[in-house]
């Protein structure tokens, strides 16, 4: 008898134990506002070359202002439940280190003047895709295209590894979409994204 009772309370320990696993909620919020702040530091990179230099100081420091009182509000309103499993959604390792900073090269160095000119454009699904060819130079178009393939191979790694490094590969399709919606937020006015349908718009 009380190795029947024994079994009834570990399989409902192990189903309880189950329920915990998959449930684990994806947290939008703070996923949002750490996709926002390594955007921002991407695309203020390139500020110099595309922006008048008494502009380029004021931006970066609202940013920071921002995001600090936010990030502890958030901070205080998770659920300590929660907090143990993702207290805030995890960004920062050596991989996607590497990623941020080829990616604020690329765009300070190659990627802003094609964005400006409406060569490229922010796809739906959180990549860069060639919009018009014929804004760049003929002898230019494979430079163009190195550059929007290598974006892209560094865009894949980044939404693959922060799922990974919060031990939930499976977010990976949502870190993306995040990460999708953060950078076509931040597009500049001009700059050409793709709406839901696939169609081009400009900011």
Same mark, same amino acid.
């Given at each position: 008898?009380r190795?029947?009772?024994?079994?009834?309370?570990?399989?409902?320990?192990?189903?309880?134990v189950?329920?915990?696993?998959?449930?684990?909620?994806?947290?939008?919020?703070?996923?949002?506002? %750490?996709?926002?702040?390594?955007?921002?530091?991407?695309?203020?990179?390139?500020?110099?070359?595309?922006?008048?230099?008494s502009?380029?100081?004021?931006?970066?420091?609202?940013?920071?202002?921002?995001?600090?009182?936010?990030a502890?509000l958030?901070?205080?309103l998770?659920? %300590?439940?929660?907090?143990?499993?993702?207290?805030?959604? /995890?960004?920062q390792?050596?991989?996607?280190d590497?990623?941020?900073?080829?990616?604020?090269d690329?765009? /300070?160095?190659?990627?802003?003047?094609?964005?400006?000119?409406?060569a490229?454009?922010?796809?739906?699904?959180?990549?860069?895709?060639? /919009?018009?060819? %014929?804004?760049v130079?003929?002898d230019?178009? %494979?430079?163009?295209?190195?550059?929007?393939?290598?974006?892209?191979r560094?865009?894949?790694?980044l939404?693959?590894?922060?799922?990974?490094?919060?031990?939930?590969?499976?977010?990976?399709?949502?870190? /993306?979409?995040t990460?999708?919606?953060?950078?076509?937020e931040?597009?500049?006015?001009?700059w050409?994204?793709?709406?839901?349908?696939?169609?081009?718009?400009?900011?």
């Open positions: 008898m190795k029947l009772v024994y079994g009834l309370l570990t399989m409902l320990l192990v189903a309880l189950g329920c915990v696993t998959i449930n684990v909620y994806f947290p939008e919020a703070a996923a949002q506002k %750490a996709a926002d702040q390594f955007i921002g530091t991407v695309l203020d990179s390139a500020a110099p070359t595309s922006t008048p230099a502009n380029n100081t004021q931006p970066p420091a609202a940013a920071k202002k921002d995001s600090q009182p936010s502890m958030l901070d205080l998770i659920p %300590a439940a929660y907090a143990a499993d993702t207290p805030n959604i /995890r960004i390792t050596p991989t996607t590497a990623i941020h900073a080829r990616m604020q690329r765009f /300070r160095n190659t990627l802003a003047p094609l964005f400006n000119s409406g490229v454009g922010f796809t739906q699904d959180g990549l860069v895709a060639v /919009r018009d060819a %014929a804004k130079p003929l230019q178009r %494979a430079g163009l295209n190195a550059a929007v393939a290598d974006e892209n560094d865009r894949n790694a939404y693959r590894e922060v799922a990974n490094a919060n031990n939930h590969p499976e977010w990976e399709a949502q870190i /993306r979409a990460f999708a919606k953060g950078w076509i931040r597009a500049r006015p001009g050409y994204y793709q709406d839901s349908s696939g169609a081009w718009k400009q900011k």
